[in-house]
């Protein structure tokens, strides 16, 4: 795993967003995989940024995000959906057809799982998958236990997650108890995997993707084994690492 060590949440924001560019502008029709969550939302305005300014072209750009609550409308503000219109999609050129997030309203789940699964298999796979990492190691929303050899799935959000993310709700009953996530394995496939993280709460975690055992008990581990890992941290979040 290679690590770019920066100063603060900015900085790993800037980074991660010329680090982006770059293959963008290397390959057109490059196939991203996105996270959501708080962590990559200064990677994307810094996106839209240069957009406004370069005009980089995401015409020919496929994206895939790696999970979807389960019960959110698209529409619903709190759905990842409306998250990646607004931070990202809506001001960029990319193509809504070419726009994927696992359909958290499927009638059936199941079917839903295996057809996002084979939608990524069909396109090519992804080239460039962008990761956040939850203080007890979850990638996507693979808990803790989950298999190294998952594929998309379905799972129930643990309390700590749905505790990590109640912020962008009013209430925690609106939490969503369910989201469909790509799997390890799906995350493992992806050509190349760039990971962030700032703060000192990522502490623990970066230090144990770094520098602990690989466990399926710390899913994010996982990544040791992955060829073309790169991980864009900042000082609070490597403290316990270097
Ligand atoms: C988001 C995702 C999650 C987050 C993780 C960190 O699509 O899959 O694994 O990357 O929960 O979240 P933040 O960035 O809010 O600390």
């Not at 200064?42 to 895939?64: A, E, I, P, W």
């Not at 619903?76 to 001001?91: A, E, G, I, T």
């Not at 060829?227 to 316990?240: F, G, K």
């Amino acid at each position: 795993m290679e690590v770019i060590k920066v100063r603060d949440y900015n900085e790993m924001s800037e980074k991660a967003a010329e680090y982006i560019i770059e293959k963008v502008k290397a390959n057109s029709k490059i196939r991203l995989g996105l996270a959501t969550g708080g962590t990559p939302l200064g990677l994307y305005k810094n996106m839209v940024t240069d957009f406004q300014h370069n005009n980089t072209s995401y015409r020919r750009v496929t994206s895939f995000n790696l999970d979807e609550y389960v019960g959110l409308s698209e529409e619903h503000p709190n759905s990842y959906r409306y998250y990646m219109n607004k931070s990202l999609f809506n001001h960029i050129n990319t193509l809504k057809s070419n726009i994927h997030l696992p359909n958290g309203n499927a009638v059936s789940l199941q079917e839903e799982c295996i057809r996002y699964d084979q939608l990524i298999q069909d396109s090519g796979g992804i080239d460039l998958q962008i990761l956040g990492i939850g203080q007890n190691g979850h990638i996507g929303f693979n808990e803790p236990g989950t298999p190294f050899g998952s594929k998309v799935h379905v799972v129930r959000l643990t309390e700590s997650t749905r505790q990590a993310n109640k912020h962008f709700f009013n209430h925690m009953n609106e939490v969503p108890t369910h989201a469909i996530t790509m799997g390890i394995q799906s995350i493992m496939k992806s050509k190349e995997i760039l990971l962030l993280a700032s703060g000192g709460q990522k502490s623990v975690a970066i230090h144990k993707l770094l520098q602990g055992e690989v466990s399926q008990q710390f899913p994010a581990s996982i990544l040791q084994l992955h060829p073309n890992v790169t991980v864009i941290a900042d000082e609070e979040a490597l403290s316990l690492a270097l």
